[in-house]
């Protein structure tokens, strides 16, 4: 890399010189994505140039002067007319350059008291609000899919897993509310984010404070900020709020992975428990038989970058020193890819949920044709005196018998039943698949009448949520 320092040297062909600032220059831009933050960027500063003129640190002319200016900016941007310039680096200076272009002079009293770098944090703050919001009620969209399906299905009975392997009946409604109960405490920690978010750096200038008389509690009001930062230094150089959007984005697309492999395997030939509608798949380029479960595959493989940002802006913000360093500038694209991954991913698969056909008779056939009631048996034992862990071997080894003689318990008669114990009585014979699950009558529990109520408390809580 000789000569890469000094453009002068004698090794760099004017060429690789030209190429060198270039990159140099490149390197530092960011205006490709913090342009995103128009809004926010236009709004903190009409804030700031207003309370300028209150406090009557400018004159009240170039207040006017000034808001109407980037009045003029925001909507410029808005239309796409706005031209953006690489080499002013940032949405800070292409904002400022041109108000300068359209107001003169007075562009350059907006400055005052104020510093880029409380000015990013509340951009990026307020722009984090905003993606809490969208991510919240993203989330109670998909709770709201959730609900409306397992409503229908309060009677349905599919196996349910451990280890993969079938365990103990439920009933579909049950398992649907339990991703209800992810994406709640998802859409809590993205409120408890914004909350986090909920704070106005601004006035801490670049580091220190600013010399001006300036309110900052008023510029909080109008950009509706809850709260004012209590130490300069830290405002400047916080980032936590980004690291908990992270944070709740990296869960939430944890919780959607685990759903959407759910649906892959439920909608494979081998299960068979669903089919996703057309939208949400599409057909193989050799294999015309085939409908891919891309849409869930998707959700599933974006999730790592969501989990990259996370670890990127942790590692990012480690070891650097106070106050604010460039190296802030990195927060951004990971906060925004994570955004648009996670909330675009909460709405496929709100999608997903509301447009696939359930199977019914494929779930109970599945769970009828296993050994899903053996818990129950051995409850049964239980019921008659027997320690639960002698029943447990009984009902175990009576399993295994039937493997062995390829049956399932459905056909085994009561005297049967008493050669594996003499306690079993006629009551073992009313063991099904619907019993079992109507058994299970605990807070909590699968049973058609909890998962009812607990149904009827989710549809509040989603009004309440609006
Ligand atoms: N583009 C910068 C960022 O996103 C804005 C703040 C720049 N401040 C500075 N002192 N260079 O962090």
Not at 48 to 77: F, P
Not at 297 to 325: A, D, F, W
Not at 355 to 372: H, K, L, P, Y
Not at 389 to 395: G, K, S
């Amino acid at each position: 890399m000789s000569g890469q320092n000094n453009g002068s040297n004698e090794n760099t062909t004017p060429a690789a010189a030209a190429r060198g600032s270039e990159l140099a220059s490149d390197f530092t831009v960011s205006v490709h994505y913090d342009s995103r933050m128009y809004k926010e960027d236009i709004a903190g500063s009409i804030a700031h140039a207003r309370m300028l003129g209150r406090q009557g640190i400018i004159e009240s002319d170039d207040t006017e002067k000034i808001v109407d200016g980037l009045t003029t900016i925001a909507a410029e941007m808005e239309t796409g007319e706005f031209v953006w310039n690489p080499d002013l680096e940032d949405i800070h200076m292409n904002v400022e350059s041109r108000l300068y272009e359209l107001i003169g002079d007075a562009a350059g009293r907006l400055h005052t008291a104020r510093s880029r770098n409380d000015q990013v944090a509340t951009d990026t703050r307020l722009w984090t609000q905003g993606a809490c919001a969208r991510a919240f009620e993203a989330a109670v969209s998909l709770q709201t899919a959730l609900v409306n399906l397992a409503e229908q299905h309060i009677d349905t009975i599919v196996p349910g897993y451990t280890h993969m392997q079938r365990g103990q009946p439920v009933v579909l409604a049950h398992h649907l509310m339990a991703y209800f109960e992810m994406f709640d405490r998802d859409a809590t920690r993205f409120a408890q984010t914004a909350e986090s978010a909920d704070v106005l750096p601004l006035g801490s200038g670049a580091m220190a404070g600013v010399p001006y008389a300036i309110d900052r509690k008023w510029v909080a009001d109008q950009l509706d900020f809850d709260d004012i930062s209590r130490n300069s230094m830290d405002a400047v150089s916080d980032r936590d709020f980004i690291v908990e959007f992270l944070t709740a984005s990296s869960l939430a697309m944890a919780h959607l992975s685990r759903l959407a492999e759910e649906l892959v395997i439920w909608s494979s030939d081998e299960f068979g428990f669903i089919k996703l509608s057309d939208e949400y798949t599409s057909g193989s380029s050799i294999m015309p038989q085939k409908r891919n479960p891309d849409f869930a595959e998707l959700i599933r493989g974006k999730t790592g970058r969501v989990y990259g940002s996370l670890m990127g802006l942790l590692i990012t913000i480690k070891g650097l020193p106070l106050t604010y360093n460039r190296d802030l500038q990195e927060d951004k694209e990971g906060l925004f890819d994570a955004a648009d991954t996670v909330i675009t991913a909460l709405e496929a698969a709100a999608g997903m949920i509301s447009g696939m056909t359930i199977n019914a008779d494929r779930m109970r056939q599945a769970a009828s044709n296993s050994f899903v009631l053996a818990t129950d048996i051995a409850d049964h034992l239980v019921d008659k005196g027997v320690p639960f862990r002698e029943a447990y071997i009984a009902v175990s080894d009576l399993s295994k018998q039937c493997i062995a003689d390829g049956i399932g318990f459905g056909e085994l008669s009561l005297s049967d039943f008493q050669k594996a114990s003499d306690l079993f009585d006629e009551g073992v014979m009313e063991i099904t698949l619907d019993s079992a699950v109507a058994a299970r009558n605990v807070p909590g529990g699968t049973a058609p009448e909890r998962v009812r109520a607990a149904i009827t408390e989710a549809k509040q809580m989603l009004a309440e949520a609006e």
